[in-house]
Nanobody, 127 residues
Framework: DVQLQASGGGLAQTGESLRLSCAASGITSDEYTIGWFRQAPGKEREGVSCISSADGSTYYADSVKGRFTISADNAKNTVYLQMNSLKPEDAAEYYC????????????????????WGQGTQVTVSS
């Protein structure tokens, strides 16, 4: 079974940084995508960023581009999301997910076809 474990959330002040980790196990496909999504109370889930195992391609929603960086440590089967210059609007429950379908950005928004989802990690940003 595919398992994804997100961690690293917490409380940050505006302008500070946090790094989220997503530990993955059980993925048997040679090519897959791991992505980060977030959902704030009362809002729809939003795609944040994703990375392809095939060629390391990365994708970002416009709302985080230039501030967040996704990376992968294949030896540790872990994907990271470095979040810099945090804003109050970044506060949400962050989820990592994995899929063998697609990840793309259209009109500044990230869309991805994910098959497996992990539990979330809460990010709170105070102003």
């Amino acid at each position: 079974d595919v398992q994804l474990q997100a961690s690293g959330g917490g409380l940050a002040q505006t302008g500070e940084s946090l790094r989220l980790s997503c530990a993955a196990s059980g993925i048997t496909s040679d090519e897959y995508t791991i992505g980060w999504f977030r959902q704030a109370p009362g809002k729809e889930r939003e795609g944040v960023s994703c990375i392809s195992s095939a060629d390391g391609s990365t994708y970002y929603a416009d709302s985080v581009k230039g501030r967040f960086t996704i990376s992968a440590d294949n030896a540790k089967n872990t994907v990271y999301l470095q979040m810099n210059s945090l804003k109050p609007e970044d506060a949400a429950e962050y989820y990592c997910a994995a899929g063998v379908d697609f990840c793309t950005v259209i009109a500044g928004k990230l869309f991805a076809g994910m098959n497996y989802w992990g539990q979330g990690t809460q990010v709170t940003v105070s102003s």
